[in-house]
């Protein structure tokens, strides 16, 4: 293929439209391919920090142009309003411009949906962009002030890292997290304690097994009409992509994101590569949940897959597996839980200090990696599922954990047990001793009496 010229646009300047392009544009940098990258604001958002925004935390500001600098990439600030995949266009904010190209790379990424039930979208915040997490944090403010409360509707770990953020931030203001799940239900028994006592230390009343029905003005409504006060409400479940995809009439599943072969390339379109939120991705264990962590991975595979083809050479499918679930727990605690691939738990987690050391590595990585990726191909992917992606050896690892964790729980109870039984005993000895002693001074008492009676001198 002749890459002399070749249009690459990159739609989406986030966590992984920003690699992608920084990553091929090192890969072809004497290739001669036209890179262009748009977003629709020229400051990069750092999503991962936006529950600090909305607790009043003020972030550093990073504009797109500077961390492209020297990369070669052309940025165009715009918002994209149409595609059409079939004359390779994409049309800007209502058709003010137009980019055509050769190839695409779709990274939208997904925002928080409110339609999901009435009054959420208006009177609800959300953690939706820089502005939105900004206007809850002024909010929240007033609540504080006035002693009122805040509901944090969702129990993901979006919504327990902004739930413990908001109440360290302001122990005036009564946080009620609200989920129909248990929070933290993905991680392992003890992360999931050492996450509800951090709730509980940071006075967060948790409530699950309710669903909100309604967003009202002051209040959230529960599933049987129960009526919950609210002059703050954060709403963090739920995830939508945009319609464009789906409008441009590339193939989408049932939630609009972009179905991919396994070369994360459309299987309607295969000159648009989808990565990060927006893309449907399988894998020998499953889909793919949208999150910086999975991202990163596709956007570094898709710049080195597009600099492959460009080269006539072949792709190996993409491979990825989840390592980790990092959550916040405000800005002095966090809880770390290991994974398998699949992102279900391991044994090991991290907690306290060493946790919040290791979240803020992993939140301020992206802008690392965006900057070493200018002059070294470094690799973001850290696991891709290894040997444990295979079915069967996936199968045999968590079966042989499973059956190390009920050997380990039986040895615990059988100590306890014993341990108990030791107590039990020494209690009932010491008890029957002391019975004993006061039945022989009772028996010494009586004879010494009979004996004074028996003599005639007074008792
Ligand atoms: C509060 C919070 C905490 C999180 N914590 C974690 C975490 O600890 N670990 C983790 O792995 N993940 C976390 N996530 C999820 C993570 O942020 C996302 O999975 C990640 O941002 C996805 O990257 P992306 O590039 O697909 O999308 P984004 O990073 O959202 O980038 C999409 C970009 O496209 C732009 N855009 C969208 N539509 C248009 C348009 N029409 N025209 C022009 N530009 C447009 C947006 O402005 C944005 O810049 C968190 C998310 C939130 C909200």
Redesign the pocket.
């Known amino acids: 293929m002749n890459t002399n010229g070749h249009r690459v646009v990159v ?8 690699l992608a392009a920084i990553r091929l544009a090192h890969r072809t940098r004497r290739a001669g391919v036209r890179i262009t990258l ?4 020229d400051r ?2 750092e ?5 600090q925004t909305a607790a009043g935390h003020r972030l550093a500001d990073h504009h797109i142009p500077d961390l492209l600098a020297g990369t070669g990439i052309t940025f165009v600030q ?4 149409a595609l059409d995949p079939d004359a390779r266009a994409v049309v ?1 904010d209502g058709g003010a411009a137009r980019l055509d190209y050769d190839t695409l790379v779709y ?6 949906d409110t339609g999901l039930v009435p009054g959420a979208d208006v009177h609800a915040f959300t ?3 820089p502005r939105a997490a900004a206007d809850l944090a002024a909010r929240a403010r007033e609540v504080a002030a006035a002693g009122g409360t805040i509901t944090v509707c969702g129990g993901g ?2 919504g327990v ?2 739930a413990t953020e908001l109440a360290e931030a302001h122990p005036g203001a009564h946080v009620t997290l609200i989920s129909h799940a248990e929070p933290g239900a993905m991680m392992g028994t003890r992360a999931r304690a050492y996450l509800y006592r951090a709730l509980d230390r940071l006075g967060v009343t948790v409530r699950t097994g309710v669903r909100v029905t309604k967003v009202l003005p002051g209040a959230v409504e529960l599933e049987g009409g129960e009526v919950v006060a609210s002059d703050a409400c954060l709403w ?1 479940t739920g995830v939508k992509v ?1 319609a ?1 995809a789906a409008d441009a009439g590339i193939a989408v599943d049932d939630r609009g994101l972009i179905l991919v072969d396994e070369t994360l390339r459309s299987v309607s379109h295969p000159s648009v590569h989808a ?4 893309a449907a991705i399988r894998m020998a264990w499953g889909q793919i949940h ?6 990163l991975p596709t ?1 570094q595979y898709t710049g080195d897959a597009i600099a492959r083809l460009l080269r006539g050479r072949a792709v190996k499918p993409f491979r990825f597996g989840y390592y980790h679930q ?3 727990l405000g800005r002095r605690d966090a809880v770390i839980q290991f994974t398998y691939a699949d992102d279900t738990p391991r044994r090991v987690y991290l907690k306290g200090r060493a946790a919040v050391l290791y ?1 803020e590595f ?2 301020s990585s992206p802008l690392k990696f965006y900057r070493i990726s200018k002059r070294f191909n470094i690799s973001v992917t850290p696991s891709k599922g290894g040997r444990v992606t295979l079915p069967k050896r996936a199968a045999r690892t968590r079966h042989d954990d499973a059956a190390r964790t009920r050997h380990d729980d039986a040895a615990r109870t059988r100590r306890d047990d014993a341990a108990r039984t030791r107590r039990d005993d020494a209690a009932r000895t010491r008890r029957d001793d002391a019975a004993r002693t006061r039945r022989d001074d009772a028996a010494r008492t009586r004879r010494d009496d009979a004996a004074r009676t028996r003599n005639g001198s007074p008792a």
């Open positions: 739609l989406g300047g986030g966590y992984t439209g920003m748009v977003n629709a604001s990069f958002t999503r991962l920090r936006l529950h715009g918002t994209v309003t800007l990274a939208l990424g997904s925002a928080t953690l939706n962009g770990l979006t890292e902004a963090t945009p464009l990565i990060g939120d927006t949208g999150t910086c962590q999975s991202g956007a990092p959550v916040s979240k992993v939140s």
